[in-house]
C-alpha cells in the first residue's frame, strides 16, 4: 500500500507566511525610499557639485581673465619703457659720440698753439720776450687742456650711465620676457577645458612651488625696476644736457680764445711792422750819414794834405831864406809873414788832424749803430717770420682739414699748408734754406 513521503524541513504556518510577504513589502518600501532619498540626495548633490564647479570654474576663468589683464598692461608699460630707455640709449651714445669727437676736435687747438708757441721759442736776442702773444697762447694751452678734462669727463660719466642704462634695460627685458612667458601660460590655462587633449592628473598640483612670491611682490619688483629704468633715464636727461652744455661752453671758450689769440698777435705782427719799418727807416738815414761823413772826411784828409803841402812850402821858404848872407839876413815882414802863416799852418792842421779823428770816431761809431740797427733788422725780421709762421699755422683752426693738402719739405717730413694765397697786409714767409725767395720778402 502506498505512503505519503514528505519533503524533509520544516514547516511555516500561515501567519508566518504572511508576515513574510509583509516584511517583504514593508522591506521593499524602505528600500525604495531609501533609494529614493540616495537618488535624490545623489541629485542635490550633484547639482550642487555641478554648480560649484561650474561657478568656481568661471571664476577662476574670470580670475584667469583679470590676471592675463593685470599682466598684460605691465607688459604694455613694460613695452613702453623699454622703446623709452632704447631710445635714451641711442640719444646718450649720439651725445657720448659728440663729446668725443668734439674732445678729439681739441688735439687740434692744442697742436697749434703748442707749435705756434716752439715757432716763437725761436726768437732771437731782444725780441726774445714774454709779450701778450706768449701770455694768450700759454692761456689758450691751459683752456685747450681744461676743455679737454671736461669733455673726457663727460665722456667718462655718459660711458657710466651707459652702463646703467643697460642693466635697467636688461632687467626690464628679464621682467618682459616673465611677462610674456606668464601670458603665454596663462593663456593656455585660459583655453584649457574638459575637451583638451593634454588634460591630465598631476601629482600634487596644490603644492606650492618653490620660489614662489606673493602679489604686492611681484607688482613691486615690477613697479621698482620701472621707477628705476625712469630715474636712469631722467639722470641720463640731464646728463646729456650737461654734455651738450659742456660741448658749446668748451667751444665757446676756445673761441673766444682763439680770437683774442689772434688779435694779440696780429698787433704784435703790427707793432714788430712798425719797429721794422723805422729800423729801415734808420738804416737809410744812418747810410745817407755815413755816406756824408766819409766824403767829409775825404775833404777833411784832402784839405789835411793841401795843409801840409802849404806848411811844406811855407818850411821850404822860410829855410831857404836862411841861406841870404849878411845884412840880407833881415827879419823883415816876408819873415813875419812866413812865421804866422806856418803857426796858422801848424794851427789849421792840429784842429784838422783833431776833427778828422773826431770825424772817423763818428763814422765808426755810425757803422756801430749801422751794424746794430741791421742786427736788429734780422731780428724783427725773424720774429716777423716766425710771427706770420703762427699766423698761417692758426688757419687750421677755421679752414676745413680737407683745404690742407700735404706736402714734403727738404727732408721728407710732411707740413701742411693751406691753399689760398696770405691775407693782404701779411707779408710772406721767408724761403726755408734751400729754396728759392719768390717776389717780396723780409731782408
Same mark, same amino acid.
Given at each position: 500500500?502506498?505512503?505519503? @513521503?514528505?519533503?524533509?524541513?520544516?514547516?511555516?504556518?500561515?501567519?508566518?507566511?504572511?508576515?513574510?510577504?509583509?516584511?517583504?513589502?514593508?522591506?521593499?518600501?524602505?528600500? +525604495?525610499?531609501?533609494?529614493?532619498?540616495?537618488?535624490?540626495?545623489?541629485?542635490?548633490?550633484?547639482?550642487?557639485?555641478?554648480?560649484?564647479?561650474?561657478?568656481?570654474?568661471?571664476?577662476?576663468?574670470?580670475?584667469?581673465?583679470?590676471?592675463?589683464?593685470?599682466?598684460?598692461?605691465?607688459?604694455?608699460?613694460?613695452?613702453?619703457?623699454?622703446?623709452?630707455?632704447?631710445?635714451?640709449?641711442?640719444? /646718450?651714445?649720439?651725445?657720448?659720440?659728440?663729446?668725443?669727437?668734439?674732445?678729439?676736435?681739441?688735439?687740434?687747438?692744442?697742436?697749434?698753439?703748442?707749435?705756434?708757441?716752439?715757432?716763437?721759442?725761436?726768437?732771437?736776442?731782444?725780441?726774445?720776450?714774454?709779450?701778450?702773444?706768449?701770455?694768450e697762447?700759454?692761456?689758450?694751452?691751459?683752456?685747450?687742456?681744461?676743455?679737454?678734462?671736461?669733455?673726457?669727463?663727460?665722456?667718462?660719466?655718459?660711458?657710466?650711465?651707459?652702463?646703467?642704462?643697460?642693466e635697467? +634695460?636688461?632687467?626690464?627685458?628679464?621682467?618682459?620676457?616673465?611677462?610674456?612667458?606668464?601670458?603665454?601660460?596663462?593663456?593656455?590655462?585660459?583655453?584649457?577645458?574638459?575637451?583638451?587633449?593634454?588634460?591630465?592628473?598631476?601629482?600634487?598640483?596644490?603644492?606650492?612651488?618653490?620660489?614662489?612670491?606673493?602679489?604686492?611682490a611681484?607688482?613691486?619688483?615690477?613697479?621698482?625696476?620701472k621707477?628705476?629704468?625712469?630715474?636712469?633715464?631722467?639722470?641720463?636727461?640731464l646728463?646729456?644736457?650737461?654734455?651738450?652744455?659742456?660741448?658749446?661752453?668748451?667751444?665757446?671758450e676756445?673761441?673766444?680764445?682763439?680770437?683774442?689769440?689772434?688779435?694779440? /698777435?696780429?698787433?704784435?705782427?703790427?707793432?714788430?711792422?712798425?719797429?721794422?719799418?723805422?729800423?729801415?727807416?734808420?738804416?737809410?738815414?744812418?747810410?745817407?750819414?755815413?755816406?756824408?761823413?766819409?766824403?767829409?772826411?775825404?775833404?777833411?784828409?784832402?784839405?789835411?794834405?793841401?795843409?801840409?803841402?802849404? /806848411?811844406?812850402?811855407?818850411?821850404?821858404?822860410?829855410?831857404?831864406?836862411?841861406? +841870404? @848872407?849878411?845884412?840880407?839876413?833881415?827879419?823883415?815882414?816876408?819873415?813875419?809873414? /812866413?812865421?804866422?802863416?806856418?803857426?796858422?799852418?801848424?794851427?789849421?792842421?792840429?784842429?784838422?788832424?783833431?776833427?778828422?779823428?773826431? @770825424?772817423?770816431?763818428?763814422?765808426?761809431?755810425l757803422?756801430?749803430?749801422?751794424?746794430?740797427?741791421?742786427?736788429?733788422?734780422?731780428?724783427?725780421?725773424?720774429?716777423?717770420?716766425?710771427?706770420?709762421?703762427?699766423?698761417?699755422?692758426?688757419?687750421?683752426?677755421?679752414?676745413?682739414?680737407?683745404?690742407?693738402?700735404?706736402?714734403?719739405d727738404?727732408?721728407?717730413?710732411?707740413?701742411?699748408?693751406?691753399?689760398?694765397?696770405?691775407?693782404?697786409?701779411?707779408?710772406?714767409?721767408?724761403?726755408?734754406?734751400?729754396?728759392?725767395?719768390?717776389g717780396? @720778402?723780409?731782408?
Open positions: 500500500m502506498a505512503t505519503l @513521503s514528505e519533503k524533509p524541513g520544516q514547516r511555516y504556518t500561515v501567519p508566518d507566511w504572511h508576515t513574510n510577504s509583509h516584511l517583504i513589502s514593508a522591506d521593499a518600501e524602505h528600500q +525604495r525610499s531609501a533609494s529614493h532619498r540616495v537618488r535624490q540626495e545623489g541629485r542635490v548633490l550633484r547639482n550642487e557639485t555641478n554648480n560649484q564647479a561650474k561657478w568656481d570654474e568661471h571664476d577662476n576663468r574670470t580670475r584667469l581673465a583679470e590676471r592675463i589683464s593685470s599682466v598684460n598692461r605691465w607688459k604694455e608699460t613694460l613695452d613702453k619703457c623699454l622703446a623709452d630707455i632704447d631710445a635714451e640709449i641711442d640719444a /646718450l651714445a649720439k651725445v657720448k659720440e659728440a663729446a668725443e669727437r668734439a674732445l678729439q676736435a681739441k688735439n687740434l687747438p692744442l697742436d697749434v698753439s703748442i707749435e705756434c708757441l716752439t715757432f716763437r721759442e725761436s726768437r732771437r736776442a731782444i725780441d726774445l720776450v714774454r709779450d701778450p702773444v706768449s701770455e697762447l700759454h692761456k689758450e694751452v691751459k683752456v685747450t687742456e681744461k676743455a679737454k678734462r671736461e669733455l673726457q669727463q663727460k665722456v667718462h660719466e655718459a660711458f657710466e650711465q651707459l652702463c646703467l642704462l643697460q635697467a +634695460r636688461q632687467q626690464l627685458s628679464s621682467d618682459h620676457r616673465d611677462k610674456v612667458e606668464a601670458l603665454d601660460i596663462d593663456h593656455n590655462c585660459l583655453s584649457l577645458s574638459v575637451n583638451s587633449p593634454n588634460i591630465s592628473f598631476k601629482v600634487n598640483p596644490t603644492r606650492v612651488p618653490n620660489g614662489s612670491v606673493a602679489s604686492d611681484w607688482e613691486r619688483y615690477s613697479q621698482c625696476n621707477e628705476r629704468a625712469e630715474a636712469e633715464m631722467k639722470a641720463s636727461i646728463l646729456r644736457e650737461a654734455t651738450l652744455l659742456a660741448i658749446a661752453q668748451t667751444n665757446n676756445l673761441e673766444a680764445q682763439r680770437v683774442a689769440t689772434e688779435f694779440a /698777435l696780429r698787433k704784435r705782427i703790427r707793432d714788430l711792422d712798425r719797429a721794422y719799418d723805422e729800423l729801415k727807416w734808420q738804416e737809410k738815414n744812418t747810410l745817407e750819414e755815413i755816406a756824408e761823413m766819409e766824403e767829409d772826411i775825404r775833404r777833411l784828409e784832402e784839405d789835411l794834405r793841401r795843409k801840409i803841402q802849404d /806848411l811844406k812850402v811855407a818850411h821850404t821858404r822860410l829855410e831857404t831864406r836862411t841861406c +841870404r @848872407s849878411n845884412m840880407e839876413l833881415c827879419r823883415d815882414q816876408v819873415q813875419y809873414g /812866413l812865421t804866422d802863416e806856418v803857426h796858422e799852418l801848424e794851427g789849421s792842421i792840429r784842429a784838422l788832424r783833431q776833427k778828422l779823428a773826431e @770825424s772817423q770816431d763818428a763814422l765808426d761809431a757803422y756801430r749803430q749801422l751794424h746794430r740797427i741791421q742786427t736788429d733788422m734780422g731780428y724783427k725780421a725773424n720774429s716777423l717770420v716766425l710771427d706770420n709762421k703762427c699766423m698761417d699755422t692758426r688757419r687750421k683752426l677755421l679752414v676745413p682739414a680737407e683745404k690742407f693738402v700735404p706736402e714734403l727738404t727732408f721728407n717730413r710732411t707740413t701742411n699748408r693751406p691753399l689760398s694765397p696770405p691775407r693782404n697786409g701779411q707779408r710772406a714767409l721767408a724761403p726755408c734754406a734751400g729754396e728759392k725767395a719768390t717780396d @720778402s723780409i731782408p
